[in-house]
């Protein structure tokens, strides 16, 4: 079925191009706080461990190359460390998470005035809200909802990527990683963005 080919479809590298929207969304609400500015430097390490180069990480993190160069120093370490797994087919719950979010704002764009999940949506933008078991409970209980009131009008991969990301949920491992939480849920929530918007 051609949804489900869609939500399975799983990319090689993160690239410059969705970095550069990540970011783009990071950079607008990086006065938000400390949390933010916190993921902004852990998506440049991300991006040193994927062999970008300084300047390249500049440009898509609108900073300086010596606040880059600076950055990249404080974290730096003598243990080389694995590029990040980037596959959407991941099944640990900062992934799925981000997953989830990015359906949502889908849903959200879509529907704006009528979808149940909107005001969830922009609280997690603002930073009003943070994930947590009871947060991700709620938020796919308003995403069962607009997908049961929208059937009709949403493609069906909305509905086949939900499944995927609900069962993954239900039985979510845990993943030994250097990387943090935000940085996984932020670059699968772009993966899965791009997705659907095909």
């Known amino acids: 079925m051609a949804?489900?080919?869609?939500?399975?479809?799983?990319?090689?590298?993160?690239?410059?191009?969705?970095?550069?929207?990540?970011?783009a969304d990071m950079n607008e609400v990086i006065r938000a706080g400390e949390?933010?500015?916190?993921?902004?430097?852990?998506?440049?390490?991300?991006?040193?461990?994927?062999g970008w180069t300084q300047e390249r990480i500049a440009q898509l993190t609108d900073m300086s190359q010596p606040a880059v160069s600076k950055q990249m120093?404080?974290?730096?370490?003598?243990?080389?460390?694995?590029?990040?797994?980037?596959?959407?087919?991941?099944?640990?719950?900062?992934?799925?998470?981000?997953?989830?979010w990015a359906l949502a704002e889908h849903?959200?764009?879509?529907?704006?005035?009528?979808?149940?999940?909107?005001?969830?949506?922009?609280?997690?933008?603002?930073?009003k809200k943070r994930f947590t078991p009871q947060t991700v409970d709620e938020l796919r209980r308003l995403i069962e909802e607009d997908l049961r009131?929208?059937?009709?009008?949403?493609?069906?991969?909305?509905?086949?990527?939900?499944?995927?990301?609900?069962?993954?949920?239900?039985?979510s491992s845990k993943v030994t990683t250097t990387t943090s939480a935000s940085v996984r849920r932020s670059i699968a929530r772009q993966i899965q963005r791009d997705l659907l918007k095909g």
Not at 75 to 95: C, G
């Open 3 to 23: 949804g489900e080919e869609t939500t399975r479809r799983t990319p090689g590298a993160l690239t410059e191009e969705q970095a550069g929207r990540m970011l």
């Open 35 to 50: 949390e933010m500015r916190k993921l902004r430097a852990e998506m440049i390490k991300v991006f040193a461990d994927l």
């Open 73 to 100: 120093a404080k974290h730096r370490t003598n243990v080389p460390h694995p590029p990040m797994a980037i596959s959407l087919d991941q099944h640990d719950a900062p992934w799925l998470e981000g997953r989830l």
């Open 107 to 127: 849903i959200s764009q879509t529907f704006h005035e009528t979808a149940r999940c909107t005001g969830h949506v922009n609280a997690l933008a603002r930073g």
């Open 149 to 171: 009131r929208h059937r009709a009008e949403l493609p069906a991969d909305y509905q086949a990527a939900y499944d995927e990301i609900s069962r993954g949920l239900d039985l």
